[in-house]
């Protein structure tokens, strides 16, 4: 099977198409030889900070000298970025190997997109004898692919709240069930100290975080902040972001309550080496600069608001390119932005669950009503449009959703 071969099989399984459940994927994966049992694992849920937590994570146990294997969704420019080891993307030759091997063991496709994803990443970090895998579930927790790791060395549910309620539940407590749904029984369950969790993390060892890592210094122009930890100890990091504080403690509870051992120098070069695009990121171009964010719910949006708010480039006035899903909570995304959008250009992000721009445009109005409001084609003309106009403000956000992301650090060619 050829690289585009194995793409045009993920094509047709449609990865909007969703079907929640483990058996399809226990008995796909026993036929392979149960390749998830082969690796230790570190499993990680959450609304939002999985990802940023999870890329972390893997950075500090590669620094610690293990051969870290890393499954994260979705992703911004190459679908190869969801599957690496040691930060290196698998191979397009080993994607569509292994590729061909999961439809083997898939006759009557009933595997969807993500579930042929997650075997192929078990599959790669077995063969490469990874000495720790980290996880990021898909969607939820409790019936997420991923979950078929009967005793990971830790579990971490980030954060709750509203968020493809469609498939989750309703209510803030249906959500919390579905994504601790990932905590075993005897092993650590890392979690940050919100009352919805108290209530919903009913198996597992405890391991609650109460006091997220403090932001003292931060360097807005190289996109680094230094942390410091409860213990006095500082760290950069080379991440932006209100939030990567939280994070940041719960990958350090997660990895202390595993047992695993490692050295103050790992938590060091690897904090400061982490890698996570589309997380505010901030892209210099020219005289301009592109702040690129993925944030896609309103708990995302009230932490890039709280971001924007603390740096520099709020001070100056900034065009807001944005795109939403349709099946988003827009108004919860926009409220907390609202107060910074004095002029907007609305897209529609590479993906069919996208928002139509002229129905954003309602939206916007009607939370921003004084903003200026326009419409462009695509992403990368917005984005060209803005880097071109000598009249335009200095700074553009892109933000609203993860297609947009991809589709902007697309657009300037962001490697």
């Given at each position: 099977?050829?690289?585009?071969?194995?793409?045009?099989?993920?094509?047709?399984?449609?990865?909007?198409?969703?079907?929640?459940?483990?058996?399809?994927?226990?008995?796909?994966?026993?036929?392979?030889?149960?390749?998830?049992?082969?690796?230790?694992?570190?499993?990680?849920?959450?609304?939002?900070?999985?990802?940023?937590?999870?890329?972390?994570?893997?950075?500090?146990?590669?620094?610690?000298?293990?051969?870290?294997?890393?499954?994260?969704?979705?992703?911004?420019?190459?679908?190869r970025e969801r599957i690496a080891v040691d930060g290196r993307k698998i191979s397009e030759a080993e994607f569509a190997r292994l590729m061909g091997r999961a439809l083997r063991a898939d006759r009557k496709k009933r595997l969807t997109y993500f579930e042929l994803l997650t075997s192929i990443a078990f599959q790669h970090f077995a063969e490469r004898k990874c000495d720790v895998m980290v996880l990021?579930?898909?969607?939820?927790?409790?019936?997420?692919?991923t979950n078929v790791v009967p005793a990971p060395l830790a579990a971490i549910v980030t954060s709750v709240d509203y968020d493809h309620q469609a498939y989750l539940g309703d209510t803030l407590a249906a959500i919390a069930r579905q994504k601790t749904g990932i905590f075993k029984a005897g092993r650590p369950a890392v979690r940050p100290d919100l009352p919805v969790l108290r209530r919903a993390a009913l198996r597992g060892a405890p391991v609650v975080v109460r006091k997220p890592w403090k932001a003292v210094r931060t360097d807005w122009a190289k996109g680094r902040q230094t942390l410091r930890a409860p213990s006095?100890?500082?760290?950069?990091?080379?991440?932006?972001?209100?939030?990567?504080?939280?994070?940041?403690?719960?990958?350090?509870?997660?990895?202390?309550?595993?047992?695993?051992?490692?050295?103050?120098?790992?938590?060091?070069?690897?904090?400061?080496?982490?890698?996570?695009?589309?997380?505010?990121?901030?892209?210099?171009?020219?005289?301009?600069?592109?702040?690129?964010?993925?944030?896609?719910n309103p708990e995302a949006a009230r932490a890039l608001a709280a971001t924007w708010t603390?740096?520099?480039?709020?001070?100056?006035?900034?065009?807001?390119?944005?795109?939403?899903?349709?099946?988003?909570?827009?108004?919860?995304?926009?409220?907390?932005?609202?107060?910074?959008?004095?002029?907007?250009?609305?897209v529609r992000p590479p993906s069919p669950r996208a928002m139509d721009p002229l129905d954003?445009?309602?939206?916007?109005?009607?939370?921003?009503?004084?903003?200026?409001?326009?419409?462009?084609?695509?992403?990368?003309?917005?984005i060209d449009a803005w880097r071109k106009?000598?009249?335009?403000?200095?700074?553009?956000?892109c933000a609203g959703s993860l297609y947009l992301a991809g589709a902007a650090l697309k657009a300037v060619k962001y490697k």
């Open positions: 099977m050829t690289f585009a071969a194995a793409l045009a099989v993920l094509e047709e399984r449609q990865e909007t198409k969703i079907v929640l459940g483990l058996d399809r994927v226990r008995a796909h994966l026993a036929a392979l030889g149960d390749p998830h049992l082969a690796v230790p694992a570190f499993h990680v849920a959450g609304t939002n900070g999985k990802g940023s937590t999870c890329a972390m994570l893997a950075s500090v146990l590669t620094a610690s000298g293990r051969r870290t294997g890393l499954f994260i969704s979705p992703h911004l420019l190459d679908i990021e579930t898909g969607l939820g927790g409790r019936l997420d692919a006095g100890r500082s760290y950069e990091l080379s991440l932006l972001g209100s939030r990567q504080g939280h994070n940041a403690a719960l990958a350090r509870a997660a990895v202390e309550a595993s047992g695993l051992q490692v050295p103050e120098t790992a938590w060091a070069k690897g904090l400061a080496a982490v890698r996570w695009p589309g997380r505010f990121h901030s892209i210099k171009l020219g005289k301009k600069t592109l702040i690129v964010d993925g944030g896609h603390s740096s520099p480039l709020s001070k100056k006035p900034a065009r807001w390119i944005m795109g939403i899903m349709k099946d988003k909570d827009t108004r919860g995304v926009l409220s907390p932005l609202a107060p910074f959008i004095k002029e907007a250009v609305l954003l445009a309602g939206f916007v109005r009607r939370a921003a009503p004084k903003a200026h409001v326009t419409i462009e084609r695509n992403p990368a003309t917005a106009d000598r009249n335009a403000p200095k700074v553009a956000v």
